[in-house]
């Protein structure tokens, strides 16, 4: 279980299954754009949650796992594509 304040992106519990691996690849693009190689588990584990969404707090742990200033780069680009759409 992951905690309420981690329920964003792909941690969302009640995501369609389309959305899900959507958002799980569009994170971890941005993860592999500014960690190069060294990321590669939290891509992995997306790719894991992607399949079950019991592997969200480990999904989760390797992306906290990252040396802040790349994770906080992948976030802000995450959350500035997932911005919602002006009305």
């Known amino acids: 279980m992951i905690p309420p304040s981690d329920h ?4 969302v519990s009640d995501l369609s299954d389309v959305e899900r691996a959507a958002r799980c690849r569009a994170l971890g693009a941005l993860v592999r754009v500014y960690t190069g190689p060294e990321g590669e588990q939290v891509v992995a584990a997306l ?3 992607e399949a079950n969404t019991n592997d969200a707090p480990a ?3 390797a992306l906290n796992q990252l040396p802040a200033l790349p994770r ?5 680009s995450f959350a500035a ?3 919602p759409r002006a009305r």
Not at 72 to 76: K, N, T
């Open 47 to 49: 790719r894991r949650l």
């Open 8 to 11: 964003w992106g792909p941690f």
């Open 81 to 83: 594509l997932h911005q």
């Open 59 to 61: 999904a989760l742990a």
């Open 72 to 76: 906080r780069r992948a976030l802000a």
